[in-house]
């Protein structure tokens, strides 16, 4: 099984609604990632999550809170999220951080902020 | 930033290779070469990478010139299906070496 599964594929939320995203594998990698991606644009790293410790936050606004519970699961909790925040959240897993690896990615959850 | 440089698009015609080419001039020692590539509105998907050598599997074939300052990403028989966005990234080994992806290049497959 090679599949990154995210949840929900698509949300809609006001600039006052709390939500999160979720992310699963099963695949026994250690090492996870959040991504944002805006139309046109390629994904840019926002967090990476290694061994369910956060390794990386790229400078991300805190509205934005990660979550790592357990190794097979990534969550991203959003809260007084902005209209320009809207844009396709994607998660992927590896089985490592360092060396050579693949990150596999999940089909991504569409947000618009309202 | 984005260590790679691009062709922001190519075409190819179906059944044809596709010779996709990549500029990393700054390359350094330990740093792989990495191709990913975007159907749209999918999550990127991993195609191949390499360090020094050329590298096949089944998707495509990857060639590295020997002073490694360039790369081509060859798709020997390119379907309707491999029209995409082809991104090459330059990714350091070490433990902090994230996928920092380019602009890519939109590949369109024709009939």
């Known amino acids: 099984d090679t599949e990154v599964t995210q949840t929900p594929k698509h949300l809609v939320m006001g600039m006052t609604n709390k939500k999160s995203l979720k992310c699963e594998q099963h695949?026994?990698?250690?090492?996870m990632y959040w991504y944002k991606q805006k139309a046109k644009k390629p994904p840019e790293l926002m967090f990476v999550y290694s061994y369910e410790k956060l390794s990386i936050n790229e400078s991300v606004p805190s509205r934005f809170s990660p979550e790592c519970p357990n190794s097979s699961l990534l969550n991203l909790h959003l809260h007084a999220l902005q209209p320009e925040d809207s844009a396709l959240y994607l998660c992927a897993s590896s089985h490592q951080t360092s060396g050579a690896y693949e990150q596999y990615f999940g089909p991504g959850t569409r947000l618009t902020v309202t | 930033d984005a260590k790679t440089t691009q062709p922001p698009s190519m075409d190819c015609a179906e059944g044809r290779a596709a010779n996709l080419p990549c500029n990393h001039s700054?390359?350094?020692?330990?740093?792989?070469v990495y191709w990913y590539r975007q159907i749209h509105s999918q999550g990127p998907q991993y195609i191949i990478h390499g360090l020094k050598n050329n590298e096949t599997n089944e998707m495509a074939s990857l060639i590295i010139t020997e002073d490694r300052k360039s790369s081509t990403l060859i798709l020997p028989h390119a379907t309707l299906r491999d029209t995409a966005v082809y991104y090459c990234?330059?990714?350091?080994?070490?433990?902090?070496?994230?996928?920092?992806f380019g602009k890519g290049t939109k590949l369109s497959v024709k009939p």
């Open positions: 700054t390359i350094s020692g330990n740093e792989y």
């Open positions: 695949m026994g990698h250690r090492a």
């Open positions: 990234i330059v990714r350091d080994g070490g433990s902090q070496g994230n996928l920092i």
